[in-house]
């Protein structure tokens, strides 16, 4: 039973100490500099439309699947309340707004599922799925298909159905699965490198 606890641990717990304040400490360390790769993320982007394209999302699910699900999800909500307190953490800020004026507007439906993303994929991790990448394949999809919802039923109240399918969904779909086979593909790639500790 241990070693099957063992064997579902996401891959931060390898650099986790033993010791609870040392461990605290080192889950605050790797929060803060996941913000940071999410704001650098946010900011390689390719101008579409009223969403742009990034590479945040690809940023998101390795975050997420790394760290598993609660200090995934602590991660992105410390990433949003940075942005929330007026960070140029987003993409297109200061450019297009700050604070919560930004997070309200046209990309505020996919932060939220951001959020959800990070969660369902670190859950993922939790179980082992990351150690399969077609198990891992379908997690990371399924993350996906919630945030994309997430953020095309936000964008349609603030410009109409078929305006949010057409700029909001469309252009991503390619794009956002070669990210999922990308995400998919690394940890276990990892994991493979780690015999021992699989």
Do not use: C, H
């Amino acid at each position: 039973m241990a070693t099957a606890v063992t064997a579902a641990r996401p891959l931060v717990s390898l650099a986790l100490p033993e010791n609870p304040a040392l461990r605290l400490a080192t889950q605050i360390v790797l929060a803060v500099l996941g913000t940071l790769l999410l704001t650098l993320s946010a900011k390689t982007k390719v101008v579409l439309g009223p969403v742009d394209m990034s590479l945040q999302t690809l940023a998101i699910m390795l975050i997420a699947v790394a760290y598993g699900r609660r200090l995934a999800v602590a991660t992105l909500l410390l990433y949003l309340a940075e942005g929330a307190a007026g960070l140029p953490v987003f993409q297109s800020t200061p450019e297009k707004g700050i604070g919560l004026a930004y997070m309200l507007g046209s990309t505020g439906g996919y932060l939220a599922g951001f959020v959800a993303m990070a969660a369902i994929a670190g859950w993922a991790a939790d179980r082992g799925w990351d150690r399969s990448p077609f198990k891992l394949f379908g997690a990371l999809l399924v993350a996906e298909v919630v945030m994309m919802a997430m953020g095309f039923a936000w964008l349609a109240g603030l410009i109409g159905v078929e305006k949010s399918w057409q700029f909001g969904v469309v252009p991503f779909i390619v794009p956002d699965l070669i990210k999922v086979a990308l995400a998919a593909a690394i940890p276990p790639a990892i994991w493979a490198l780690l015999p021992n500790r699989r």
